[in-house]
């Protein structure tokens, strides 16, 4: 069975930042590529940030690109998304995500139908 559990996120101001981590389980988690989307209020859910399984390939959002780092540590089975510069529009709940297929069976991370596998989702609040 996967699961994936996050961890971090909360309330900082604008300009500030915070680190978001999600560890899984239930598979190789090597094999497998990973991804962040956001949900905010009255808004559809959005695409953040996406890493292939070797970690050398990485996919943003023209909205966090710059600002939003996406990273892998395959030895602990987690991925992270480390988030910078934070604007109150960054607001959202934030999911850790990751396909049912090995990332030899090559997904669009940029397509949420992609994902299979969910985050119980982390509050990011952003104040102004």
């Known amino acids: 069975q996967v699961q994936l559990v996050q961890s971090g996120g909360g309330l900082v101001q604008a300009g500030g930042s915070l680190r978001l981590s999600c560890v899984a389980s239930?598979?190789?988690?090597?094999?497998?590529?990973m991804g962040w989307i956001r949900k905010a209020p009255g808004k559809e859910r959005e695409f953040v940030a996406a890493?292939?399984?070797?970690?050398?390939?990485?996919y943003y959002s023209d909205s966090v690109k710059g600002r939003f780092t996406i990273s892998r540590d395959n030895a602990k089975n987690t991925v992270y998304l480390q988030m910078d510069s934070l604007k109150p529009e960054d607001t959202a709940v934030y999911f850790c995500a990751s396909p049912r297929l090995s990332d030899t069976y090559y997904r669009p991370l940029t397509d949420l139908a992609s994902y299979d596998y969910w985050g119980q989702g982390t509050q990011v609040t952003v104040s102004s």
């Open positions: 239930g598979r190789t988690f090597s094999e497998y590529a």
């Open positions: 890493i292939r399984r070797s970690g050398s390939i990485t």
